[in-house]
């Protein structure tokens, strides 16, 4: 099974954030950004490193919200907190959005990410 920790952060506005895969990385897509736990590396680690890598994001991970079994991935979605004047630098050519969970889920998002929407939206109202 492939680990990856995805990352769930949500601007002063209440946006969440949500990345293009790079190019070249199938499948094409919109995700919460992330990537893969490597070995010997708690989940948190994992993200905070992959935010660094991919984002020029520094910040700390908090509480797993979910988890998402679709073999061979295992998606572990983990709040994720940054300085609010941190600025993203996406460094592999990827496109980034803030998007307000309130709307009509976005077509183009993975499958494998699209039961964290609708679970961050439950989350939302209460």
Same mark, same amino acid.
């Given at each position: 099974m492939i680990v990856v920790a995805a990352a769930v952060m949500f601007d002063a506005e209440g946006r969440v954030l949500l990345c293009s895969r790079p190019e070249g990385k199938p499948p094409a897509g919109w995700e919460f950004p992330g990537g893969k736990v490597e070995p010997g590396e708690s989940l948190g680690e994992a993200l905070e490193r992959e935010l660094l890598e991919e984002l020029d994001l520094p910040g700390s991970a908090g509480n797993e919200i979910t988890v998402v079994t679709a073999p061979p991935?295992?998606?572990?979605?983990?709040?994720?907190?940054?300085?609010? =004047?941190?600025?993203?630098?996406?460094?592999?050519?990827?496109?980034?959005? +803030?998007?307000?969970?309130?709307?009509?889920?976005?077509? =183009?998002?993975?499958?494998? =990410?699209?039961?964290? +929407?609708?679970?961050?939206k439950k989350i939302r109202k209460n």
């Open positions: 991935v295992e998606l572990h979605f983990i709040e994720f907190f940054c300085a609010k =004047d941190a600025a993203i630098t996406p460094r592999e050519g990827q496109v980034f959005r +803030w998007q307000t969970i309130e709307e009509s889920m976005p077509e =183009d998002l993975l499958p494998n =990410d699209r039961p964290v +929407w609708e679970i961050l």
